[in-house]
């Protein structure tokens, strides 16, 4: 089933993992600053032709591509570009997050790289985009998403 709709969610950050080491320090200074949860606002894939209605004060954008649905990757590309070239997300951090990884085959990271032609967009836009494989089923990638989301 599509989202239709939006969706506000609280993603509550796991505590880091305590080193192996008793006598290493848990926090630092950095880390006791890190927030320990966020608002993110989910907009479906079905709602493309309002997306714009919501560009405004936004500072990070999650961009997730079912890399499983081969259909729809170029779609997923050709939306993404408006995004990148949107001049209101300009200045915005942005994720790329190809989900259903456990779902997909193993090549499945270059082949949806080049469908949606990562490294021709990535010389013509001003972001810098990072990228993420991850599973809702495995966890996959969820460390390097909570990071990215901490991160200022
Ligand atoms: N195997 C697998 N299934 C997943 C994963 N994430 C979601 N699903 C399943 O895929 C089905 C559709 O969910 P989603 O693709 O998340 O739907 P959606 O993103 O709301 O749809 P749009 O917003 O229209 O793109 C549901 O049955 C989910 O349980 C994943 O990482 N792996």
Same mark, same amino acid.
């Given at each position: ?22 006598? /290493?320090?848990?926090?630092?200074? /950095? ?8 608002? &993110?606002? +989910? ?20 961009? &997730? ?7 729809? *990757? ?11 070239? +949107? ?6 951090? *942005? ?15 270059? +082949? ?12 013509? *836009?001003?972001?810098?985009?990072? *990228? &993420? ?20």
């Amino acid at each position: 089933m599509p989202t239709i709709g939006t969706g506000i969610y609280s993603i509550h950050f796991p505590e880091k993992q305590k080193p192996s080491n008793p006598n /290493a320090p848990t926090t630092t200074t /950095a880390s006791k600053h890190l927030p320990k949860s966020i608002q &993110v606002l +989910e907009i479906g894939g079905s709602m493309a032709p309002l997306w714009r209605q919501y560009f405004e004060d936004i500072k990070k954008l999650i961009y &997730v591509v079912d890399a499983s649905n081969l259909c729809q *990757i170029s779609a997923a590309g050709v939306l993404f570009y408006s995004i990148l070239t +949107e001049p209101r997300l300009q200045k915005v951090k *942005i994720l790329l997050v190809l989900t259903k990884m456990d779902y997909s085959y193993r090549q499945m990271r270059n +082949e949806a790289l080049l469908m949606l032609q990562m490294s021709k967009l990535q010389k013509q *836009i001003r972001q810098q985009v990072q *990228i &993420v494989e991850a599973s809702a089923v495995t966890k996959v990638g969820f460390p390097e998403i909570y990071d990215w989301l901490q991160r200022p």
